[in-house]
């Protein structure tokens, strides 16, 4: 059963490593028009920036808002971001959190890129520091968060990666997996085109306001 909605609600979604608030267009559109969310955009830039100025950025922003509720949705390096705000922002208003594609336990995909000079620049700052790094990433926060994976391998990072375990052409599902996760979902996606699954965007807004993920009554 479904739980009830707070009517001043705000999801903010962070979009990832090369994408611009547009990328997100989509998504937020179908979980506003299915849930009732106000959906926001937070956008930043990997390169010119680093993790602690993005997350700085994102504070400015949700402190602007004076919610009663707040979900955030982070997609691929959004989805570190969030992870580095929720734990050094404790004080914010109640909601959740949606990670989409996000490799909270390493990027292989970002390590070999970052074996390059040329590599390196297309990461970024924040994209070297959060994505190149392996940290072993662990909630222990009271938010439920929840990771949705793809398995669809469609893109040029697992060739980059080398990732031969299933994956989602970029991020391989076993590096989604959040120690302290509320839940985690794998679905046929690809590492972009989850941003334009309405099952995805079904599942992000079910999250949120039930706290797991819909799945079949066996």
Request: overall charge neutral; charged content about 15%.
């Amino acid at each position: 059963m479904c739980a009830s909605r707070l009517p001043d609600t705000t999801v903010v979604f962070v979009h990832g490593l090369w994408m611009m608030n547009l990328n997100t267009l989509l998504l937020r559109q179908r979980v506003h028009a299915e849930f009732g969310f106000d959906c926001r955009a937070f956008h930043y830039s990997a390169h010119s920036s680093s993790p602690a100025e993005i997350v700085h950025s994102l504070e400015e922003v949700v402190d602007g808002l004076a919610v009663e509720r707040l979900h955030l949705v982070g997609h691929s390096l959004g989805g570190l971001i969030v992870m580095r705000y929720l734990a050094q922002s404790p004080a914010l208003a109640p909601g959740r959190a949606v990670l989409l594609g996000a490799p909270v336990v390493r990027s292989r995909a970002a390590q070999s890129l970052a074996t390059s000079t040329l590599g390196r620049a297309m990461l970024g700052t924040a994209g070297v520091e959060e994505l190149v790094v392996e940290r072993g990433r662990s909630w222990q926060g009271d938010r439920e968060i929840g990771c949705i994976a793809g398995n669809s391998p469609f893109g040029l990072g697992h060739v980059i990666g080398r990732i031969e375990e299933e994956n989602d052409g970029s991020v391989a599902v076993g590096e989604t997996r959040l120690s302290g996760a509320r839940d985690h979902l794998v679905l046929p996606v690809s590492h972009t085109g989850m941003l334009f699954s309405k099952n995805v965007a079904h599942q992000v807004g079910y999250f949120l306001v039930n706290g797991c993920f819909a799945r079949p009554a066996p």
